[in-house]
């Protein structure tokens, strides 16, 4: 029995280290472009402004152009919104790691706990949803990964 349990644990631990290193790497990821993006608007706004007060409409027009289309880019591909979720995939993982440490005397509480860890990344290989549906989704998800 004890050596049943010890197998899933350790099945559970690596399932949960390979997750959590990939979701960070991924939340990083967007999270980074995001920066890039937004610090990329503003210097481009700066351009913009400057070239018009020069008289330099061309310029303005093409600036003008990148920016919008750095904005369309931003709507299209929600960078914050997906470091976000990646982000609290990372901590229900780490809360799921915890509990393993902490609360799985027997095989009943481990096989639960197997479970759990399970229904969070099935949940995180799911396509993410945009606005106001990735926050439902988030509370659904841990409500699911909870009970």
């Known amino acids: 029995m ?3 349990i010890e197998e899933i644990e350790k099945k559970i631990r690596t399932a949960l280290d390979e997750n959590i290193e990939k979701w960070e790497k991924i939340g990083k990821r967007h ?3 995001y920066n890039i ?7 481009l706004s700066l351009a913009i402004t400057i070239s018009g007060v020069i008289d330099q409409g061309n310029l303005t027009v093409v600036l003008g152009a990148i920016l919008a289309g750095i904005l369309s880019f931003q ?3 929600p960078f914050r919104e997906m470091s976000y ?9 780490k ?14 509480e481990v096989e639960a706990l197997e479970k759990r860890v399970e ?3 099935y949940k995180m290989a799911q396509d993410i949803p945009r606005g106001q549906a990735l926050f439902e989704v988030i509370q659904n998800m841990r409500e699911e990964v909870r009970n």
């Open 75 to 77: 709507q299209v591909f």
């Open 95 to 108: 809360i799921l790691e915890l509990n393993l440490d902490t609360r799985t005397d027997t095989i009943k």
């Open 37 to 43: 993006l937004v610090v990329t608007s503003i210097l």
């Open 85 to 93: 979720f990646y982000r609290v995939g990372v901590a229900e993982a």
């Open 2 to 4: 004890a050596e049943q």
């Open 31 to 33: 999270r980074y472009t």
């Open 119 to 121: 229904t969070l990344i």
